[in-house]
């Protein structure tokens, strides 16, 4: 049924390639062009909603009824702004894996694109892993990773805010080698056109409001465990008692911490989606808005 859904979207980007029924190419720079524009995208975007509702294993779980006319004022009241976009969902449920989807198809159309992990703004917590001897000793005794407290909020909304005006940024790298070291202004993020950000922190405080389209990727939970239990053995070399012990934090610090911000979702997305077929959909979403005459 997949196969029938790529080759379904397969069609349709033909048939729209070599439509004779195309619009002008409307002037960007001009207030009109930008409605119009605005008005083309609202009717092809409900397009794409109506085509994935009908596919064996849909992507859109849901969208915020007024996502498409709110999106659409932005692209006319502010067209210099870069488009951000804000992934969140909780640990496990594939928020990096369609980042990464999306990265790859957009670089293949030639459309520059930004995408930053919030992990990289947690707190420097080396002093605390050096008093308790490792991080599974420092969870085991109270410490909240996953609470907006464990980041460095006040720069991450900093980092965004510039990088959203065209500037370009150097964020801090917290280090995955179990020493809880955050390098400050470590990597250089350049403010392209489109900035993906995922994590879970991109939500958290007044963060959540820079975006323009906010994303919540949700999954099964049984999918979920499994995906963690095996990047805990594969790339954490975590013995299986850990492993389960983290699972367990992570459930209740997602219920907490994530789960409240799928009510501000403009889009749900479905975390086991079939990337294939994803990759199909943003590739239709490319060709219908890019596809004018003259």
Not at 39 to 65: M, T, W
Not at 161 to 188: F, M, Q, R, W
Not at 197 to 223: H, P, R, W
């Amino acid at each position: 049924m997949i196969e029938d859904d790529k080759n379904g979207i397969s069609h349709l980007i033909e048939k729209e390639l070599h439509s004779s029924d195309k619009i002008l190419k409307p002037d960007f720079n001009q207030k009109t062009g930008r409605e119009l524009l605005a008005f083309y995208l609202q009717s092809k975007f409900k397009q794409v909603l109506a085509y994935d509702n009908k596919a064996a294993e849909p992507i859109f779980i849901e969208v915020r009824y007024d996502f498409i006319q709110k999106f659409s004022r932005r692209l006319i009241s502010n067209p210099d702004k870069r488009i951000m976009i804000g992934i969140t969902g909780e640990s496990a449920s594939g928020k990096s894996t369609i980042c990464r989807e999306i990265e790859k198809v957009i670089k293949q159309f030639n459309m520059p694109v930004t995408i930053l992990t919030t992990d990289n703004y947690f707190n420097d917590i080396s002093e605390l892993i050096k008093e308790y001897g490792t991080f599974d000793n420092l969870r085991d005794n109270g410490y909240d990773v996953d609470s907006p407290n464990s980041f460095q909020l006040d720069v991450l909304r900093e980092d965004l805010e510039t990088i959203s005006h065209g500037e370009d940024v150097y964020s801090p790298e917290y280090l995955l080698n179990g020493t809880g070291v955050s390098v400050p202004k470590a990597k250089h993020v350049p403010s392209n056109k489109i900035v993906v950000v995922e994590g879970m922190a991109s939500m958290f405080g007044e963060n959540k409001d820079i975006f323009d389209i906010k994303v919540y990727v949700e999954t099964d939970i049984e999918l979920r465990k499994e995906r963690f239990m095996t990047r805990a053995y594969t790339e954490r070399n975590q013995d299986l008692e850990n492993a389960k012990k983290h699972w367990e934090y992570i459930l209740g610090a997602g219920e907490k911490y994530v789960q409240p911000f799928r009510a501000d979702a403009d889009i749900i997305i479905n975390g086991d989606t079939n990337l294939a077929y994803f990759s199909q959909i943003l590739e239709y979403i490319h060709t219908i808005t890019n596809n004018f005459e003259g």
